[in-house]
């Protein structure tokens, strides 16, 4: 069983800064595309940003130019670097693993932005 482990959440003030990383178990990490996604409370769970197996990225509007999602084969972790924090980013924060008819959540890690 693949398992997922979320790191980095805290609280934060705003305009502040904090790095989440996502270790996956097993020794497929390199094939996965990878995803980060956020659930605020009463919200709907949405994407935040993805990457494929490759270097492609994709991001939400909202955090475009302030968040960067990267990923190291080597260490079988993906990283979401998160700057310029907002109130509204407030959420738990959740990894994602995707392959072909599979995919793994990891149990999310809460992010606070307040003052």
């Known amino acids: 069983q693949v398992q997922l482990v979320e790191s980095g959440g805290g609280l934060v003030q705003p305009g502040g800064s904090l790095r989440l990383s996502c270790a996956v178990s097993?020794?497929?990490?390199?094939?996965?595309?990878m995803g980060w996604y956020r659930q605020a409370p009463g919200k709907k769970r949405e994407l935040v940003a993805g990457m494929s197996s490759g270097i492609s990225t994709n991001y939400a509007d909202s955090v475009k130019g302030r968040f960067t999602i990267s990923r190291d084969n080597a260490k079988n972790t993906a990283y979401l670097q998160m700057n310029s924090l907002k109130p509204e980013d407030t959420a738990v924060y959740y990894c994602?693993?995707?392959?072909?008819?599979?995919?793994?959540w990891g149990q999310g890690t809460q992010v606070t932005v307040s003052s």
């Open positions: 097993g020794s497929m990490f390199s094939i996965y595309a």
């Open positions: 994602n693993a995707k392959v072909i008819g599979t995919e793994y």
